[in-house]
């Protein structure tokens, strides 16, 4: 008659099958890596590290534009809101016309400008850059 296995060596999760009492061999395999392997989208168990030590780690990185963070504006907004534009310092009066600073601004090309103007602007687009010189206007970028 062959030896019968005993009830107790059949227990789910009894004995490491000789790796002692196993979490995976114990070896350097299992560790779960070295440095910052395992800071993936839910890296729970380097998180708190992860955030005090590198604040920007999460989140989107990639192209960053200096266009891309600018507001637009049309000609058709520039002339219709030039008297604002003066009332609150942005533009004053010149000899050549009207020098307006829009820095933070992109300039796009819709609507027409009736004044002359000295357009001073973090980028204009190409067809809006044509046609303040056809209309007898300057830019400066």
């Known amino acids: 008659m062959a030896n019968k296995?005993?009830?107790?060596?059949r227990i789910r999760g009894r004995g490491g099958g000789g790796y002692g009492a196993r979490?995976?061999?114990?070896?350097?395999?299992?560790?779960?890596?070295?440095?910052?392997?395992g800071t993936g989208k839910k890296a729970g168990q380097l998180r708190t590290?992860?955030?005090?030590?590198?604040?920007?780690?999460?989140g989107k990185r990639?192209?960053?534009s200096k266009?891309?963070?600018?507001?637009?504006?049309?000609?058709?907004d520039i002339q219709l809101r030039k008297d604002e534009f003066l009332k609150a310092g942005i533009a004053?009066?010149?000899?050549?016309?009207?020098?307006?600073?829009?820095?933070?601004?992109?300039v796009l090309s819709e609507g027409e400008l009736k004044d002359k103007f000295?357009?001073?602007?973090?980028?204009?687009?190409?067809?809006?850059?044509?046609k303040i010189v056809i209309?007898?206007?300057?830019?400066q970028e």
């Open 62 to 64: 990639g192209f960053h």
């Open 5 to 9: 296995r005993s009830v107790r060596s």
């Open 67 to 76: 266009i891309r963070n600018l507001d637009i504006i049309n000609l058709k």
């Open 23 to 37: 979490k995976k061999h114990r070896g350097k395999g299992s560790t779960g890596g070295k440095g910052m392997s």
């Open 118 to 130: 000295l357009i001073k602007a973090g980028a204009f687009s190409k067809k809006a850059s044509e």
């Open 92 to 106: 004053k009066k010149t000899a050549e016309g009207i020098e307006i600073n829009l820095q933070g601004y992109k």
């Open 135 to 139: 209309l007898g206007s300057r830019i």
């Open 49 to 58: 590290y992860v955030l005090k030590y590198f604040p920007n780690y999460f």
